[in-house]
């Protein structure tokens, strides 16, 4: 009698354990075969297009500062700030965290290219420095050791 009370029961948990125990198949499989994948270098064609245009993005982010610089010497304001907006633009789209020499040229806020002196004030106070930029009034502190 009492196996014949507990036996729904039992089917209920065996089911189950079945159940749970084919869905950890599966996904212990998936991971497996993905880490493998990993560790033999395997990459898809999206991946690798996905990569190669990263570095080309990459690529052109590094002349266009280059180019923002020269303009910024030249006096060539407007092209430079011009430039500055294509930098954030191709990290935007292709998802690239821009270098921090690129990153402390730049104001996010007007986008405009930061010339120290002429173009923004830079002060160190109390372990910080301080980026002010003249054209919007944005404030950047980076903490320094
Ligand atoms: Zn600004």
Known sequence: MRNAALQPFIKKF???DILRSWQFYIIFHKW???YLRLQCGFVSVHQR???EAKKIARERIDILFKMAERMAEIGEEALADRYVALILEIS???RIRLPTSIKRRICKKCRCFIVPGRNARVRVK???VIIYCQKCGRIKRIPFK
Do not use: E, L, V
């Open 14 to 16: 065996i089911n189950f």
């Open 32 to 34: 497996q075969s993905f």
């Open 49 to 51: 297009k996905r990569r």
């Open 92 to 94: 935007k789209k292709y």
């Open 126 to 128: 109390k372990g910080r």
